[in-house]
């Protein structure tokens, strides 16, 4: 493998003598396997704008959050073992904004994180408007899921493999972050989780035919 190109959010690699099925597995599980922070449950406190409940919640929870893949763990493998959650799975997000004399865009820069690691990729995604007086209180929490859970945990925008120059023994694979980890840090990921499944399928197929 050769790193053609990268920076924090896109990475190119040169596969060479690579079957085209191990590219794509790798090409799948960043979309679908490598896990990210999105927000997923949302509790309204006050909401007078003319935006409903609903459509605030789900517009939040497409919100991409930088993530820290050493800290923190899938809900389903926190010893917490609570639907409430813990420090080890779950971040909260508090969004508290009045308008005052003029209308106000409520932006992704307004809601304050509990945990520094864990926040907004960019301060000017917007979430709704404000028309004088009116209010938006509320507490988000996010916690790590997959892409094949809900696109709000997809890792990438974009991940493809295509021929280079026609030539069938060379690969390239394409991947573009939506910014909660770096590209590079996806890919990695991605070998990790083909590289364990390989061994799992290893071990099982062992044990089926020690019975056998």
Known sequence: MEILQKDDTTLRVLMKG???????????????EVPVMAIDDVIIVDNTSIVYDELIAHRLGLIPLTTDLSRFVLPKECSCESEQGCSNCRVMLVLDVVAGDKVRTVFSGDMISDDDDTKPISDQIPILKLAPGQKIKLEAYAKLGKGKDHAKWQATTVAV????????????????????????????????????????????????ASRG
């Open 18 to 32: 690579t079957d085209r099925c191990y590219a794509s597995a790798i090409r799948r599980i960043a979309i679908a």
């Open 161 to 208: 493999v295509k021929d280079v120059d026609q030539n069938k023994d060379a690969l390239e694979l394409y991947i573009e972050s939506v910014g909660s980890l770096k590209a590079e840090e996806i890919f990695s990921r991605a070998l990790e989780i083909l590289g364990k499944k390989v061994d799992d399928l290893k071990t099982t197929a062992e044990g089926l």
